[in-house]
DNA sequence: GTGTAGACTGCTGTCGACT
DNA sequence: TAGTCGACAGCAGTCTACA
């Protein structure tokens, strides 16, 4: 299998964040500069960005690039338990 | 004007922490599974990093990613100052 | 030990259209 | 309002080789 785990991890982050908000695709689409195909690819987890289209989000949803990082990277340690002492 | 200044903020940042650790490319590029030429247009700012790139990346120097996106973060910021009450 | 170049593969990101 | 599809341009990332 060959694990775009980081995809699906960074798409639930932004689905998460753009609810918050109360924003649409396209709205989100249109702050960020990006396509609205594919903010819909992201969330998904059909895609996953670069380092530029992450600045991009993190400037429409106004927060740091930090955050947005630390987000996608508790996902990913939450992906990866053993769920043998998960609850 | 283009603005490659991501690939030349992620570039410096890079450098940096690797040097801080006495890494070669070469090791880096080892450690990281990426390609040691790779390392090195990242370096000079000729390519800038997927999301997955900079999960390698942390994970070989051991930092988080969030860490590592603070970083740039903060180069950029630093990089698009005014100049006009820069002192 | 690093920068660069050329050639190549695959994926990112856009666009229009339909569901 | 959001998912997907096909076609496409452009760039990420690899590899070999040389300075």
Same mark, same amino acid.
């Given at each position: ?18 609810? *918050?908000? +109360?924003? $649409?695709? /396209?709205?989100?689409?249109?702050? &960020? ?8 690819? %992201?969330?998904?987890? *059909?895609? +996953?960005? $670069?380092? /530029?289209?992450?600045?991009?989000? &993190? ?8 955050? %947005? ?8 340690? /939450? ?9």
């Amino acid at each position: 299998m060959k694990s775009h785990k980081t995809a699906a991890a960074f798409g639930a982050v932004l689905r998460e964040l753009r609810k *918050q908000q +109360s924003l $649409s695709q /396209e709205k989100l689409a249109f702050e &960020s500069g990006l396509d609205r195909t594919y903010i819909s690819l %992201l969330e998904v987890g *059909q895609r +996953s960005p $670069s380092l /530029e289209t992450m600045l991009a989000l &993190s400037r429409a949803l106004q927060i740091p690039l930090a955050y %947005l990082a630390s987000l996608v990277e508790a996902r990913l340690v /939450e992906s990866s338990d053993d769920r043998r002492n998960a609850s």
